[in-house]
């Protein structure tokens, strides 16, 4: 079935550092894809979305490029603030049904 | 903003009764989802609902039930909670359509003891 792989966190990073969350996916046909961000006690928020192949979604300094030739939807920012510390979820929209990576969680310092 | 509420915020069963979640979204969409969130496991549906009295199973319904009388309302029950259901549960919802978002609730942290 359709699946989506992430990185095991935690990322730890120092302020202003780039970031890099991987994440790839197996679906058939064309799905649309997200990121989704979850702050320490509140439910998930959209992030970003890309809904077809080379779309790049951004959003709050975020960026991610949908690749269907390595079937990867990488999580980007420049420069990371501590107020970006979470956890963050890959997500594909299968049919009816999103599926999500297992999330992961990253720890900015100052 | 779309508002999506679940009523209770931290919740304390115990085993074998009969638990309720409830799960209120303020923007007349049609779909409606309940997951639980586990560390290590990311976020597995539980059951999702296309329309009012519609329902379709996730990939865990085994379990729980859920009940969607009215659109903007979608309650998840476990029959009989177990220790292994302690978990985060998350109520989400959507306007159908495949380049639309989920929108979640705050979650639901229930402990069965």
């Known amino acids: 079935g359709d699946s989506v792989t992430q990185m095991e966190g935690p990322v730890t990073l120092s302020e202003e550092a780039f970031l890099t969350i991987n994440c790839t996916y197996t679906?058939?046909?064309?799905?649309?894809l997200f990121w989704y961000v979850q702050y320490p006690g509140e439910g998930l928020q959209l992030l970003l979305k890309a809904t077809k192949a080379d779309d790049k979604g951004s959003n709050k300094g975020f960026e991610a490029t949908y690749r269907k030739e390595t079937t990867s939807f990488h999580l980007e920012k420049g420069s990371v603030q501590v107020s970006d510390s979470a956890v963050y979820f890959c997500?594909?929209?299968?049919?009816?049904?999103?599926?999500f990576g297992t999330g992961t969680r990253l720890l900015v310092s100052p | 903003d779309v508002k999506v509420t679940q009523s209770s915020r931290y919740l304390v069963k115990r085993t074998g009764e009969k638990v309720f979640l409830e799960c209120v979204q303020d923007?007349?969409?049609?779909?409606m989802f309940w997951y639980r969130q586990d560390p290590g496991l990311g976020l597995r549906l539980i059951y999702f609902s296309y329309d009012v009295k519609m329902k379709e199973k996730g990939d865990i319904p085994e379990g729980y039930s859920v009940s969607r009388e009215k659109k903007e309302r979608f309650s998840l029950i476990l029959e009989s909670a177990s220790t292994n259901q302690t978990s985060m549960y998350l109520c989400?919802?959507?306007?159908?359509?495949?380049?639309?978002?989920?929108?979640f609730g705050n979650g639901t942290r229930l402990t069965v003891t």
């Open positions: 679906a058939t046909g064309y799905p649309s």
């Open positions: 997500a594909l929209r299968s049919f009816q049904k999103l599926v």
């Open positions: 989400a919802s959507r306007l159908t359509g495949a380049r639309e978002a989920l929108h």
């Open positions: 923007m007349d969409h049609e779909n």
